[in-house]
C-alpha cells in the first residue's frame, strides 16, 4: 500500500487565492522530503527538498515565497503556493524518504493544481 | 548533455513479449539506481532500488546496473497490458540530500 500520503489529489481556485498541500509519511518517519513539479509529458522537476525543523532548500529559479514549504514533523511536510496564478497550474508531487542513510525516496500521488 | 538519457519513446510491445528499457548516464559520482513506474494522473511508485553493479530480480522485473559503461536497464517478463505506464529512471549521490536526478521517462505500451 502507499507509503506517502498527498491531499488534495486535486484543487481547482481563482486566481490569487493561497493552496496548500500537505505530504505526509503513512508509517515512518521522514527526515527528508522534496517537492516536485510536473508538466504534461515531462519529467520531474525537484523544486525544493524540505528538512525537519529547519529551512527547505530551494533549487535555481525556484521562488521561495511564493512556494513556501513547511516540514513541522517527521511524518508532515506542506507546500503553499500563494497568491497563485494560472502559470502555477501543474501537477504537484511530493516524495518522502526514510530516517537512515541510503533510502530511497516514495512518492506520493501527486496534486493536480488547476488555477482559472 | 544532459546527466541522465533516456528514449521517451514511445515503446508499444505485444503481451507476454520482454521489454527492455534503458538509461545512460554521464556521472561516474552517481551511486544509486532506481526505477521507477508512473500511472498517469499518479505519482511515481518505486520498482527497483540497486547500488551495486550487476543484477537485481524482483518477480517479472529485472534491473542491470553496468557502472564502467554508465548504464542502466530494466527488463520486464511476461508483460501485462498492466504494465502500460511511463517508466523512469532515477539516480543519486552517495552524500548529501540524495536528490534524484530523473530520465526523461519511457512511454510504455503493452497491447492485448
Known amino acids: 500500500g502507499a507509503v506517502v500520503s498527498q491531499h488534495p489529489s486535486w484543487v481547482i481556485c481563482k486566481s490569487g487565492t493561497s493552496v496548500k498541500i500537505e505530504c505526509r509519511s503513512l508509517?515512518?518517519?521522514?527526515?527528508?522530503m522534496f517537492w516536485y513539479r510536473q508538466f504534461p509529458k515531462q519529467s520531474l522537476m525537484l523544486m525544493a527538498t524540505s528538512n525537519e525543523g529547519s529551512k527547505a532548500t530551494y533549487e535555481q529559479g525556484v521562488e521561495k515565497d511564493k512556494f513556501l514549504i513547511n516540514h513541522a514533523s517527521l511524518t508532515l511536510s506542506t507546500l503553499t503556493v500563494t497568491s497563485a496564478h494560472p502559470e502555477d497550474s501543474s501537477f504537484y508531487i511530493c516524495?518522502?524518504?526514510?530516517?537512515?542513510?541510503?533510502?530511497?525516496?516514495?512518492f506520493g500521488d501527486g496534486t493536480r493544481l488547476s488555477i482559472l | 548533455q544532459k546527466e541522465v538519457e533516456q528514449d521517451p519513446g514511445p515503446l508499444s510491445v505485444p503481451e507476454g513479449a520482454i521489454v527492455s528499457l534503458n538509461c545512460t548516464y554521464s556521472n561516474s559520482a552517481f551511486q544509486y539506481f532506481m526505477w521507477y513506474r508512473q500511472y498517469s494522473r499518479k505519482g511515481p511508485e518505486l520498482l527497483m532500488y540497486t547500488y551495486s553493479s550487476g543484477n537485481k530480480e524482483d518477480g517479472r522485473f529485472t534491473a542491470q546496473v553496468d557502472k564502467s559503461s554508465k548504464y542502466i536497464s530494466l527488463f520486464i517478463r511476461d508483460s501485462q497490458p498492466s504494465d502500460s505506464a511511463t517508466y523512469l529512471c532515477?539516480?543519486?549521490?552517495?552524500?548529501?540530500?540524495?536528490?534524484?536526478?530523473f530520465g526523461q521517462g519511457t512511454r510504455l505500451t503493452i497491447n492485448p
Open positions: 516524495s518522502a524518504r526514510r530516517r537512515g542513510g541510503n533510502q530511497p525516496q516514495h
Open positions: 532515477a539516480m543519486s549521490y552517495f552524500q548529501g540530500a540524495q536528490k534524484l536526478v
Open positions: 508509517d515512518f518517519q521522514a527526515t527528508t
